[in-house]
């Protein structure tokens, strides 16, 4: 077969940076949601951590109910920092290169003790309000990108498949407006 | 739980790291990359969650069938379901103008304060007052439906 040089280039343009590095990534990610799975049974998400850790400063009672899980949730998100630093370490920094990883060009790298550390352009205001905004979204629709997005989705849930749907296109049209506005970074 | 298997936290802490690389290595631990796909720019972003989601979906589906409960805990391996009602859509909607409009979701941002984004730390700190908020509002207004029951 023939490559249609005109579908190679349309190809090249939606995947600027190709999809091995997004492909291995989600591997990767699918991984660790797996492998905690196995070993106890949790579908394990990232935003309840948000509201678990505050049930050590708040005793209302939608913090309190995670006190159970608490200790835990805690120990996956110190995993999930400690898993950045060590792509920084090894991938960002260029210690270990492959044919699977596209550096890309976005942002700003910065080097602390031999580790190429990288940091966003995107300004403050925007991680700030939409932060917010993630924080009550993800809590009041019952999951995040990786509760409805990986461990829902991969439960064919439907709950979750809806929820995945109306923030991705909610998102999507929001990032457009932005952009149109002339916000950018 | 102090009866606890002494290997769970050790397993929750190694499919952290594996999770938090996975992150760092599809560059969703980087806002611009998340925004450049919102944009149509890069449309890389779905690789990373549907391939995670087939990973996940295919232990979910195998692992009833292979052992009754998790060795760690004695718990019943079950999927991951919610009951579905208008808070789905309502905070799903919240959560897209908040993803849209930052580029970055809770666990991405953990990861990239690991790849050394401190100003990600603006995003953090905003997930927690939201996140606060809201649990301070329905905490009340549990209460009073409760109090509200009670006087029946």
């Known amino acids: ?185 | 739980m102090s009866d606890r298997h002494p290997l769970f936290k050790p397993l929750i802490f190694v499919g952290g790291i594996v999770f938090g690389f996975g992150l760092g290595f599809s560059h969703m631990a980087r806002p611009e990359v998340v925004l450049n796909f919102l944009q149509f720019d890069d449309l890389g972003l779905p690789f990373v969650m549907f391939g995670a989601a087939i990973v996940s979906g295919i232990a979910f589906a195998l692992l009833p069938r292979i052992r009754d409960a998790a060795p760690l805990t004695g718990d019943p391996y079950e999927r991951r379901l919610k009951p579905f009602d208008r808070n789905v859509l309502v905070g799903g909607a919240v959560f897209g103008v908040g993803w849209g409009l930052s580029g970055i979701c809770p666990g991405a941002a953990y990861a990239s304060l690991g790849v050394g984004n401190i100003t990600i730390l603006w995003a953090l700190a905003g997930m927690f007052l939201g996140a606060y908020a809201q649990g301070y509002w329905r905490s009340r207004s549990q209460a009073r439906d409760t109090a509200v029951t009670g006087a029946d």
């Open chain 1, 1 to 185: 077969m023939v490559a249609d040089p005109v579908l190679l280039q349309a190809v090249a343009d939606l995947f600027p940076n190709g999809i091995s590095r997004y492909a291995v990534g989600g591997l990767l990610v699918g991984l660790g949601t797996v492998l905690i799975y196995i070993g106890t049974g949790i579908p394990a998400g990232a935003s309840t951590f948000l509201e678990s850790t505050l049930s050590y400063v708040s005793d209302q009672s939608r913090f309190q109910q995670y006190v159970g899980s608490r200790d835990w949730r805690l120990v996956f998100t110190a995993g999930i920092i400690l898993g950045g630093l060590a792509f920084a370490a090894t991938f960002q920094s260029g210690l270990v290169t492959s044919s699977l990883y596209e550096p890309g060009t976005t942002g700003q790298l910065y080097e602390v003790a031999g580790v190429t550390l990288w940091t966003t352009d995107v300004q403050p205001w925007r991680l700030f309000v939409g932060g917010i905004l993630v924080g009550i979204g993800t809590r009041i629709g019952k999951g995040c990108t990786s509760g409805h997005g990986v461990c829902g989705v991969g439960s064919a849930s439907k709950t979750s498949l809806v929820g995945v749907m109306t923030f991705l296109t909610v998102a999507i049209g929001t990032a457009q407006v932005v952009a149109a506005l002339g916000v950018s970074p």
